[in-house]
C-alpha cells in the first residue's frame, strides 16, 4: 500500500493533512498517532477503503487483501457464528473448508470461547450488541481478523476496551 501526496479531509472536507506520503509493505508494522481529530480515522477510513480518496495517488491491494477493524466493531443481525466469520456468509464459510472447531480453536486464542457455552451454540441468535461487553466485541473483531488472514490489517483502537495482558497477547499473536 502506498499513499503519493494523499490529502486526508475530514467527514465535513476539512483539511486535515495538505498532503501524505508513505508506502507500508506485508510484514511492517507502523503505527499511526496523534491528538484527537488530527485525522488518523480519516486516514484509516482511506486506507481501509472505507472513504474515497481526494486526491493525490493511493495504490493498494484488493479489497479482499484489507481489514479494517474500528474501535466499534459492526456486529451483524445473525448467529454467534456470523459475528466472527462476518463480512463472509454462512455459505463461504463452508467452501472455505473452516469447521466450528477451528472456530473454537480461535475463540480461545481471543479469550472468548466460554461465550459459545454460554450462549449455548453457534447457532444462536441475539442482539449481540447488547449481549457482548465492550471488550468482548473488540476481541471477536479481533477473532475475524485472525479468521480472514489479511495481508493488511488496519487496527483503530481496536483493543481500547481489553485489558492489557489480553491486548498484549493478541498483539503477539499477530505478529506471529
Not at 503519493?4 to 467527514?11: D, N, R
Not at 483539511?15 to 491528538?35: A, D, H, Q
Not at 467452501?95 to 457455552?117: F, H, P
Request: charged letters at 25%; hydrophobic letters at 35%.
Amino acid at each position: 500500500m502506498k499513499f503519493e501526496k494523499v490529502p486526508i479531509l475530514s467527514p465535513n472536507g476539512d483539511v486535515l493533512v495538505k498532503e501524505m506520503s508513505f508506502e507500508i509493505t506485508p510484514g511492517m508494522n507502523l503505527m499511526i498517532t496523534g491528538p484527537n481529530g488530527c485525522g488518523k480515522s480519516s486516514l484509516f477510513r482511506i486506507m481501509g477503503q472505507l472513504w474515497p480518496v481526494a486526491g493525490g495517488t493511493l495504490h493498494k491491494p484488493a479489497i479482499d487483501k484489507i481489514f479494517y477493524i474500528p474501535q466499534r466493531p459492526y456486529l451483524p443481525s445473525g448467529s454467534l457464528r456470523d459475528q466472527l466469520i462476518y463480512p463472509h456468509s454462512y455459505e463461504q464459510y463452508i467452501a472455505t473448508g473452516t469447521t466450528d472447531a477451528d472456530l473454537m480453536d480461535l475463540m480461545k486464542e481471543v479469550r472468548l470461547d466460554y461465550i459459545v457455552e454460554r450462549e449455548k451454540g453457534w447457532d444462536t441468535h441475539n442482539d449481540w450488541n447488547d449481549v457482548l461487553s465492550g471488550g468482548e466485541k473488540q476481541r471477536m473483531a479481533m477473532g475475524r481478523l485472525i479468521y480472514h488472514k489479511p495481508k493488511y490489517a488496519i487496527l483503530d483502537e481496536c483493543t481500547s476496551a481489553v485489558s492489557m495482558d489480553v491486548e498484549g497477547h493478541l498483539y503477539t499473536h499477530m505478529k506471529n
